[in-house]
C-alpha cells in the first residue's frame, strides 16, 4: 500500500481547543458509595463518591519486647482480637518475681487489634478505616453512574493539555499576568490578590516567581518552559522519568511546551485570554509512558445540547499539506510553520538517518526538511 | 515434520512487532515485518487488535495469507496448506501493560534477598523493590512500601531449609498485613511464590491463604552455599501466563492461539542469548537498549544472568540515565562546547517528547553518549548481581545498585567474555554501524579480543520463544539473519602517558602481511570483512596486558565485520583527560580516525576548540 503525496500522517499532538465536550471518570481506588445520580448539576468541589480505606497496620513485637516463647504471648495480654485501643494504652503486661519485674508493651497508634498471631508472637494493631471523598472536578452534570466504583463528568469546556505538569487537581479564578506568549512571568507580576487564582504566564517562570506564588497561595501557574534545575529546586528531588502529579508545592504547575525559555503557543495562549476571569480546573498529572497522560486545564462553559466541536481533524492527528505544524525539536524547538511536502520515500537527514520527514516552510520563508516524529500539528 | 512458515509477534508496551520466517531454497529466512500499535488500553482493550493489524502488514507485504479473515475473532491458519496459505509454528511473547513487575522479599539483603532477586530476574520481570530484614527500613516503611507498589507477583524467600523461622515468618507477616493490590484487575488474588525455609511453609500458607494465592516451590537457598533458581522462576513464568496476562484484555484469546506458552519479551531475548552461547560454547554479554529498560545479560562460564534496570532507558527514562550518571560523565563523550543547563534542556525535552528523534549530529552525539552511560549504569547493576553467592552478611544499601563493583566482586572476566551483542532501537537505528560498535565498546570496555554484534532487525525475542520448540531453526535465523557481526575490538588493560606505545601489532591474512605500532590514546580500524580470518599476534609493552599477563605476547586468529577490528590503544579503564580542552582534542582524534560521525561536522568541533 503507498502513500501518496496529498496524503495525510498521523501525528500526535497535544488537545487544544476553545470549545470541546470533556467527560472526566471520577473513580474511588476501592469500592464505595456514589452520592450523586445521572443528570445532577455538580460543581467543581461537589462530592460525589465515598469510601474508606483500611488503615495502616503497626506490627508490635510482643514476644519480644516481653521477651518470652510466642505461644506464651496470649497469658499476658489485656486485650483480645477486635478490641479498640487507644495510643498509649498498655495491650500486653508480664509481671514477674513479685512486681520486680514489670514489662508492658503500649500501643503506639489509635486502632484496633487486628490479629494476635500464634506462629510469630506479634500482635496488629490497625488503624482506624480512613474515609476517601472523590470531588466532581469540574463544573458540569453526572453523565453516567457506574455503581460503587465510579462516575462520569460531562460538561463543555475549552480544554488546553500541557506537556508536564507538577502537583495535583485544583481549581481557580484564571488570571493573564503577561501581555504575550514570549514574556516571563517575574516576580512583579504576581500581587496579592492572586491568592487562589490560577496565573497564566508566557515563555517562562522564573524560582523567585515560583516561590512568591507559593507564599500568596496561588492555585496554578501556567507557562510555556520553566527551568529543569529551578523545578529540581522546588520540587525538593532530582527528575528522573516524567511521572508526576503527587508533588506536594501548594499549587499545581503546568508547562505546556517544555523545559527552557519556550513561549506558550498562540492558540493557547488566545484560549486562557479568552476565558480570563472564568474559573478552571487544572491537574499537573503527567505520566509519559504508554497509556500517556498530560497535565490539562478545563475552563467549563455554561453551554447545554449539541455543539460544533472545533477542530477535530487536530485531535485526531491528521498532517497534511497546509497543516500548520510546530516543531518540537532542537535546533528549531517552538518554530511554527506549514507543511509544503511529506515526501512518501525516506530521506536522509543531517544525522545520517533514514526517516520519514515532512518539508516546512517556516514564518520567515525558509525551507527545512523535519523528520515526522519531530512535529506536531497546531491548527489546519 | 519440519515446518515451513513460522509466525511470531511480541506485543510490546506501545507497539505490536510481528516477524514472519520462512524456508526459501532449502535456508531459513527472515522473510517480512509488520508492526502495530499495541492495544491493550481504552479504545480498544484486546492485544489480538494489534497482533491483527502487525499481521495485516505482513499478508500485504508478501502476499502470504496468515490469518483466516472470514472469522471476526483473530485465527491463525495453521499449519501450512501450501500456496501462501498458513503457518506451521506462531509464538509470541509480550511486554505489554509495563511487563511483568514483581516485588522480591528475602530475609538477609545479600542472601536470600539478592538470590530471590536473580530468580525473578531471570523470569523476565522488572524487580520493584527489595525488601529485606536488614535493608535499613524499619517496619513501618516497609509496610508502607508494600501497600505502594502494586505488583504483579510478590516472590518470598529466607531461611535455609530447616534453619531459622523466625525472620521469614516476620516477612511474611508484612506481607499479609499490608495485603498489597495486585496491579491489574482488583478482583483476583495477589500471586505470593514462597520459596524459602520448607520447615514453615504450613504457617506461610496460614498466613496469607486469605488474601492471596500461595504457591510453593522448592527453598531457592537450601543451604547456604547452594543457591537453586530454576523452580522460583518456572512458577514466575507460570504465574505470568496463567494468572497475571489472563487478566490483560485479550490474552485469554491470544493463549489459544500460541503454539507455545508465551513469554515475557525479556526472558525471550535472554534466552536467545543464552541458546548462542551454549551453542557456541563461548562467553557471552548482551544488552537490550530500550526506551524505558536496559537488560543485561550474561552466560559466563555456564552461568547465565539477567538483569533489568527498570528506570535506565533511551527515551521514557533518558532523564534517569542523566540523574544517575550525573552530567560530568554525560558530557565526557561530548567533543563539542556544551554546558550543563543545555544538555540538560536537550535531555530532559527528550523525556517529556519520547518519540522525537535528533536532528543534528550534534544532538545524535547526546543520544550517543546517553547510551554509552545507561549501558554502562546497566552494566554495573549486572555485575553486582553476578557475584559467588554470599554467606555472610556484608552491609549494603540501595544506591550501591549503582556504584561501581570492583571487578573482583563479579564473576565475569571481560577478557574471558568473547562475544557482546547489541539490541534495542538506538544500537540498531544508529544511522553508521560503527558507532554502535563504540558506543559498546566504551560502555562495556571490553578486554582482549572481543566480537561485536548486534541485531538487524529488532528479533530476539521472537526467536527466544521459538528456540524453546525449534532451536536449531531460530539459531540458524538468529546467525544468519538476525545477527550483523559489526567487528572485533583488541584492546589491552593498562595506562600510560599519550603517545607512548601500547603494542606493536603483526597481521597476516591471505598472503598480506601487516605491521604497526599502537600508541597510547590512539584507535586504528582496520576495514576487514567478517569472512576474512586474519592472524594476530600482539606484542604489547610492559605497560599493558591484552590477556597473557603485562608485557606477554598473545596471538589469536580473528574475524573482523561491517566495520572491521578496531585496535584501542586507549587503555583500560578508558583513558579520558581530565584538561577539557584535551579531552575534547583527543574524542575528536577518535572520532575522526574510526570516521565516527561525518567528516564535516569533525572538522567544525576542530575548529571550535
Known amino acids: ?380 | 515434520m519440519e515446518p515451513s512458515y513460522i509466525l511470531a509477534t511480541d506485543v510490546g508496551s506501545t507497539t505490536t512487532k510481528a516477524r514472519f520466517f520462512g524456508k526459501v531454497d532449502g535456508r531459513w529466512r527472515f522473510i517480512a515485518s509488520g508492526e502495530a500499535p499495541t492495544t491493550v488500553e481504552k479504545p480498544v482493550e484486546d492485544v489480538t487488535m494489534g497482533v491483527r493489524n502487525a499481521i495485516r502488514e505482513v499478508e500485504e507485504l508478501t502476499g502470504h495469507m496468515i490469518m483466516d479473515n472470514a472469522k471476526e475473532e483473530l485465527s491463525i491458519l495453521m499449519p501450512y496448506k501450501g500456496d501462501k496459505v498458513g503457518v506451521d509454528i506462531y509464538v509470541s511473547t509480550s511486554s505489554a501493560g509495563g511487563g511483568l513487575q514483581m516485588l522480591v522479599q528475602g530475609v538477609v539483603k545479600s542472601i536470600t534477598a539478592e538470590s530471590a532477586q536473580r530468580a525473578a530476574l531471570g523470569a523476565g520481570a522488572i524487580v520493584m523493590d527489595v525488601l529485606s530484614v536488614d535493608d535499613g527500613r524499619d517496619d513501618y516503611y516497609k509496610i508502607e512500601t508494600l501497600r505502594f507498589l502494586r505488583p504483579d507477583i510478590v516472590l518470598l524467600a529466607g531461611g535455609t531449609d530447616w534453619g531459622d523461622k523466625t525472620h521469614v515468618l516476620e516477612m511474611t507477616e508484612l506481607l499479609s498485613k499490608a495485603r498489597p493490590r495486585p496491579r491489574l484487575g482488583a478482583e483476583y488474588l495477589l500471586p505470593v511464590v514462597y520459596a524459602g525455609n520448607v520447615a514453615v511453609r504450613e504457617e506461610v500458607k496460614k498466613m496469607l491463604r486469605d488474601n492471596f494465592e500461595v504457591i510453593i516451590t522448592d527453598n531457592l537457598r537450601p543451604k547456604i552455599e547452594v543457591e537453586e533458581v530454576e523452580q522460583a522462576r518456572n512458577a514466575i513464568l507460570y504465574l505470568f501466563m496463567e494468572h497475571v496476562m489472563a487478566h490483560a484484555p485479550g490474552y485469554d484469546k491470544l493463549k489459544k492461539l500460541v503454539s507455545t506458552s508465551i513469554m515475557p519479551t525479556p526472558a525471550g531475548e535472554g534466552m536467545m542469548i543464552r541458546t548462542f552461547s551454549e551453542m557456541k560454547g563461548v562467553n557471552v554479554i548482551g544488552v537490550g537498549l530500550g526506551g524505558a529498560t536496559t537488560n543485561i545479560y550474561s552466560n559466563f562460564e555456564g552461568r547465565f544472568l539477567r538483569t533489568v534496570s527498570a528506570n535506565l532507558g533511551m527515551s521514557y527514562s533518558v532523564g534517569n540515565v542523566f540523574k544517575e550518571a550525573g552530567a560530568e560523565n554525560v558530557l565526557r563523550w561530548i567533543p563539542f562546547e556544551m554546558d550543563v543547563k543545555d544538555l540538560m534542556e536537550v535531555v530532559y525535552n527528550k523525556m517529556i517528547r519520547p518519540t522525537t528523534i535528533p536532528i543534528t549530529v550534534e544532538d545524535l552525539v547526546i543520544e550517543h553518549s546517553l547510551a554509552r552511560e545507561a549501558i554502562r549504569l546497566g552494566f554495573n547493576h549486572h555485575k553486582y548481581l553476578a557475584r559467588e553467592l554470599k554467606g555472610v552478611k556484608k552491609e549494603r544499601t540501595i544506591s550501591d545498585i549503582f556504584e561501581e563493583v570492583k571487578p573482583e566482586d563479579t564473576y565475569i572476566e571481560m577478557f574471558d567474555v568473547s562475544h557482546i551483542i547489541g539490541t534495542g532501537g538506538l544500537l540498531s537505528r544508529a544511522p553508521r554501524r560503527n558507532q554502535s560498535m563504540m558506543i559498546l565498546t566504551d560502555a562495556f570496555q571490553p578486554r582482549g579480543f572481543t566480537s561485536l554484534l548486534q541485531d538487524s532487525v529488532f528479533m530476539m525475542p521472537h526467536l527466544g520463544v521459538l528456540s524453546t520448540i525449534q532451536k536449531e531453526i531460530a539459531l540458524d535465523i538468529f546467525e544468519k539473519e538476525c545477527l550483523v557481526y559489526m567487528g572485533t575490538i583488541v584492546a589491552g588493560v593498562g595506562t600510560d602517558k599519550i603517545g607512548a606505545k601500547v603494542a606493536t601489532i603483526e597481521l597476516e591474512w591471505d598472503d598480506k602481511k601487516k605491521t604497526f605500532d599502537l600508541s597510547f590514546g590512539q584507535i586504528i580500524r582496520e576495514p576487514i570483512p567478517k569472512e576474512i580470518n586474519v592472524k594476530i599476534r600482539v606484542n604489547p609493552s610492559s605497560n599493558f596486558d591484552f590477556g597473557n599477563g603485562f608485557g606477554k605476547s598473545v596471538e589469536r586468529t580473528i574475524s573482523g565485520g561491517v566495520v572491521g577490528v578496531i585496535f584501542d590503544g586507549r587503555g583500560r579503564p578508558i583513558y579520558l583527560p581530565e584538561d577539557e580542552k584535551e579531552r575534547k582534542k583527543l574524542l575528536i582524534s577518535w572520532y575522526d580516525s574510526i570516521e565516527l560521525y561525518p567528516e564535516s561536522k569533525i572538522e567544525e568541533w576542530r575548529k571550535g576548540l
Request: charged share 30%.
Open chain 1, 1 to 380: 500500500m503507498s502513500v501518496s503525496e496529498e496524503s495525510f500522517a498521523y501525528t500526535p499532538g497535544l488537545r487544544v481547543t476553545p470549545l470541546t465536550y470533556v467527560r472526566k471518570l471520577r473513580s474511588l481506588p476501592v469500592k464505595g458509595q456514589i452520592l450523586v445520580k445521572v443528570g445532577d448539576p455538580v460543581e467543581f468541589d461537589t462530592i460525589v463518591a465515598r469510601c474508606y480505606l483500611e488503615g495502616m497496620p503497626q506490627i508490635l513485637k510482643v514476644a519480644e519486647l516481653l521477651d518470652v516463647d510466642t505461644e506464651e504471648v496470649p497469658r499476658y495480654l489485656l486485650k483480645k482480637k477486635g478490641d479498640p485501643v487507644k495510643k498509649g494504652e498498655i495491650i500486653a503486661r508480664l509481671r514477674a518475681a513479685f512486681g520486680l519485674i514489670n514489662k508492658t508493651v503500649l500501643s503506639p497508634i489509635d486502632g484496633y487489634v487486628e490479629d494476635i498471631n500464634e506462629i510469630t508472637g506479634n500482635i496488629t494493631i490497625r488503624e482506624p478505616q480512613r474515609p476517601v471523598e472523590v470531588a466532581a472536578y469540574v463544573r458540569g452534570k453526572i453523565d453516567e453512574v457506574i455503581p460503587q466504583e465510579a462516575v462520569v463528568v460531562g460538561t463543555w469546556a475549552a480544554y488546553v493539555q500541557g506537556i508536564i505538569g507538577f502537583s495535583g487537581e485544583r481549581f481557580g479564578e484564571l488570571r493573564v499576568a503577561v501581555s504575550n506568549p514570549e514574556d516571563i512571568l517575574t516576580p512583579d507580576k504576581i500581587f496579592e490578590s492572586d491568592h487562589g487564582k490560577i496565573i497564566v504566564g508566557g515563555s517562562f517562570v522564573n524560582l523567585d516567581a515560583l516561590e512568591k506564588a507559593r507564599k500568596i497561595g496561588v492555585k496554578g501557574i501556567i507557562t510555556g518552559g520553566a527551568d529543569i534545575e529551578d523545578l529540581e529546586k522546588l520540587i525538593g528531588t532530582r527528575m528522573g522519568v516524567a511521572i508526576t502529579g503527587r508533588e506536594e508545592l501548594g499549587f499545581t504547575l503546568i508547562l505546556t511546551e517544555g523545559f527552557g525559555k519556550l513561549p506558550i503557543s498562540d492558540k493557547a495562549f488566545e484560549i486562557l485570554k479568552d476565558n480570563e476571569g472564568k474559573i478552571a480546573a487544572i491537574n499537573g498529572a503527567t505520566q509519559v509512558r504508554a497509556g500517556v497522560l498530560r497535565p490539562e486545564i478545563i475552563i467549563p462553559k455554561n453551554l447545554s445540547g449539541k455543539m460544533k466541536i472545533e477542530d477535530e481533524d487536530v485531535e485526531e492527528g491528521k498532517m497534511k499539506v497546509g497543516s500548520i505544524i510546530r516543531i518540537i525539536r532542537y535546533p528549531y524547538f517552538g518554530k511554527l510553520g506549514r507543511v509544503v511536502r511529506l515526501p512518501v520515500e525516506l530521506m536522509k537527514i543531517e544525522t545520517e538517518s533514514l526517516v520519514r520527514v515532512v518539508e516546512v516552510e517556516l514564518e520567515d520563508g525558509k525551507r527545512v526538511i523535519i523528520p515526522r516524529a519531530d512535529v506536531e500539528i497546531v491548527t489546519e
